[in-house]
């Protein structure tokens, strides 16, 4: 068929839930409460960190970024999720469908840059605490999370451009949340496989490599922690980084899941249940896991309480 021929798709479709009224209200109501929650208790994070001078390190400085982060991604999707929810569906023009996608994948990568950072952050903490201040300096601290940022945006918009150069000639229906990455290929009327090529290429520095890093640089922690002769001591050494350790298990395994492991055997229902916990539950579990497990954030929350009452 020649190119002139196709008719050019100017909007998809996006499904999302086909079933009873009465469940799509009651998850757009769980839905809406948990956005709600993330949305407060990441903001809750970045005002902490940058009012509280406790928390002015290294540490709290990336968990402030990956909390921006996590704001992106959430309000990327769901608010679009909460409108398909509530029309049974809903129309989404081709740009509107690429810039979501570019978003949610740029936000994800700087997330794997910022998880590789906050790792090594960790080492030095751990491996060499004597030398840790003239190493994470926050001229360092500021350089590597410009990286994590252009690296993840620049990255990811190679792929974006070829995708938005695809022809879409029907059908324009996408059956999942939002504009994700295969389903989008999948109602292409294109040669898909250089787009797959590139996605996977590109894999390497935005996935590989960050966890590469995070598995080398926990396997120099495990190893200090081992040497270290009183139980008290390990305990507290590990203390340090069990929360990026949670996080990071939680972010690749889920991660893993959704786009490594093969979906074959997989209902549509089922895929878009993985990615609803992928995309809702990790921006509002980072927060709660930071803070639950952090005597130093629970101390600046008690400041500002007595700051606010008084």
């Known amino acids: 068929m020649q190119k002139d021929n196709l008719t050019e798709v100017s909007e998809f479709f996006l499904l999302g839930f086909q079933t009873s009224q009465d469940i799509r209200f009651s998850l757009f109501c769980f839905l809406l409460v948990v956005y709600c929650g993330t949305i407060c208790g990441n903001l809750l994070i970045i005002a902490l960190v940058s009012t ?8 709290y400085f990336f968990i402030s970024h990956l909390a921006i982060s996590d704001i992106l991604i959430i309000t990327d999707i769901v608010l679009k999720m909460l409108k398909i929810l509530l029309n049974n569906g809903e129309t989404m023009t081709f740009i509107s469908c690429i810039t979501q996608l ?58 974006m451009i070829k995708t938005a150069k695809l022809n879409f000639c029907g059908p324009n229906i996408i059956d999942h949340l939002f504009c994700d990455i295969n389903p989008l290929l999948e109602v292409s009327c294109s040669d898909t496989f250089i787009i797959h090529t590139v996605i996977y290429i590109l894999g390497i520095p935005i996935v590989i490599t960050p966890t590469i890093i995070i ?96």
């Open 215 to 310: 598995v080398m640089s926990y396997t120099y922690i495990v190893s200090a922690i081992l040497r270290i002769p009183s139980n008290t001591g390990r305990q507290k050494a590990f203390s340090t980084c069990s929360s990026h350790l949670i996080v990071v298990s939680i972010f690749y395994g889920t991660l893993f899941g959704v786009y490594i492991v093969p979906t074959k055997g997989r209902t549509l229902t089922m895929n878009k249940i993985i990615s609803l916990l992928y995309i809702v539950f990790i921006p509002l579990f980072n927060p709660i896991i930071y803070s639950l497990r952090n005597k130093d954030i629970w101390k600046a929350v008690q400041k500002c309480h007595k700051r606010v009452i008084w």
């Open 52 to 59: 509280s001078k406790n928390l002015h390190t290294p540490m």
């Open 102 to 159: 570019y978003l949610f994948c740029a936000s994800e990568a700087t997330e794997c840059f910022l998880l590789a950072v906050m790792s090594y952050d960790r080492y030095v903490a751990i491996c060499n605490p004597l030398r840790y201040s003239s190493i994470m300096t926050s001229g360092h601290c500021m350089i590597l999370s410009i990286l994590c940022w252009l690296l993840g945006f620049s990255i990811v918009l190679i792929y």
